[in-house]
Structure formats: C-alpha cells, structure tokens
C-alpha cells in the first residue's frame, strides 16, 4: 500500500463548481499537510498548509484535515477556468529539522470548464 | 524576491551519458531539496543539503548525487544514464531547519534517448 493515494482523475467541473479533491495516507506519524497546484509544465506552488486536524481556509480554497480517518481533502469554492491544473497533496512527519522530506500523492489533474 | 532557479530548463541526453543539473535557491535559504516527478511514480524525494552537507537520502541509486555550495546553490548529477531516467526533475528550498514549507522551482526536463 503506497503511503499517499490520490485519485488522478481526471476531474471535469464546469466553472463555478465546488470541487472536492481528496488523499488518504497510511503513515500516522504524518502531521503536516499541505496542497500544491502544479500547471503544465510548470514546477509545483504551495496553495494551503495545515497542521495535524482542523480546518483552514484561504479566499475560495479549504483545507481539512480528518487524523482520525487518515483523510484530507481540499475544497475549491466557486472554481474558475484559472483553476485548471493538477493538485498535489503533500505531508511529513518533520516539523522541519533534520531528515525533512515531503511525500506526494500522485496528484489530480482538475480541469474547469467555461 | 528571486524564486528557486533551476538550469537548464529543458535537455536530452543519451543513454549511458551523464548530466548535471544547477539549482539556486531563494535567497536567504539555506536548505536544497531534489525531487524527481515522472508520470508513474509522481513526486519521490531524491535528497535535501543543508549547510553543504546531505541531510537526508531517498530511496534512489548511487548513480544519483548531489552537492551542495557555501552560496548555498545546489547541483545533482545523475551519471551512466538511463531511459527510465527521464523526467521533470525539481529543486525546492526552504528557509532552514525548523521550516517546513518548501518552495520549488521550474524544474529541468531530462529526456534520455
């Protein structure tokens, strides 16, 4: 069982949609979470952090986080066609000493329709 | 403020060739992360230096390496290449230790032919 699964779509939405994007993990020493938005061919940029449960939100984007269920989830409020772009979730369980490494889910490729 | 810089940005090489990769991080941090992306396997951590030294090793081959600068800039090299090699390679930075969130770059696309 890998680590971080994410389902790689694709996922279709038309513009104004709430999107759910989803991971599950099976490491439970993961304690950090965060989202990153990739465009084609371009490198990954950091969208939300969290840490451990709770929610977070930022402008049309949200975070949760579920420890006990080992499920996050990231919700796009009213999308837009700017929104198109493969979402990747990350976690660790480093607060950011030494042997600090993130682990990706494979990422879901979203695309928002006019 | 500058973001991570990766060079070049796009290369094809040749089986059994090697290559090496330049990363400069933002300015201000002191830490290197490598991740390779490919489409089938996603993002896997390579390595990450910090203060010129290797901190922390992923699951890759020796053919992989890297180093690290006293400027803090980074390069990896990845030597007798092969086709399973190609893919998006990614420098990411961050401010130090006690920071968890990384901040990547453009990436270099290897093809090996």
């Known amino acids: 069982q890998k680590e971080v699964e994410q389902d790689p779509g694709p996922l279709s939405v038309p513009e104004g949609a709430i999107v759910s994007l989803n991971c599950t993990y099976s490491?439970?020493?993961?304690?950090?979470f965060m989202w990153y938005r990739q465009y084609s061919r371009k490198g990954p940029e950091l969208l939300m952090y969290?840490?451990?449960?709770g929610n977070k939100e930022d402008g049309r984007f949200t975070a949760q986080v579920d420890k006990s269920s080992k499920y996050i989830s990231l919700f796009i409020r009213d999308s837009q066609p700017s929104d198109s772009a493969t979402y990747l979730c990350?976690?660790?369980?480093?607060?950011?000493?030494?042997?600090?490494?993130?682990?990706f889910g494979k990422g879901t490729l979203l695309t928002v329709n006019p | 403020k500058a973001g991570v810089t990766q060079t070049p940005r796009y290369l094809i090489k040749t089986r059994g060739q090697q290559v090496t990769l330049s990363c400069s991080p933002i300015?201000?941090?002191?830490?290197v992360s490598w991740y390779q992306q490919t489409p089938g396997q996603g993002l896997q951590f390579l390595f990450e230096?910090?203060?010129?030294?290797?901190?922390n090793k992923g699951n890759f081959p020796g053919r992989f390496s890297g180093r690290q600068f006293s400027n803090s800039r980074s390069e990896m090299n990845v030597s007798t290449l092969e086709l399973g090699d190609s893919a998006l390679y990614l420098c990411?930075?961050?401010?130090?230790?006690?920071?968890?969130?990384?901040?990547f770059g453009e990436g270099s696309w290897l093809t090996v032919v």
């Open positions: 300015s201000g941090h002191r830490s």
């Open positions: 490491n439970s020493a993961f304690q950090y």
């Open positions: 230096y910090f203060s010129e030294t290797q901190r």
């Open positions: 969290t840490y451990s449960s």
């Open positions: 990411a930075s961050r401010k130090g230790q006690g920071t968890n969130t990384i901040y």
């Open positions: 990350a976690m660790s369980s480093n607060s950011g000493g030494s042997n600090y490494k993130l682990t």
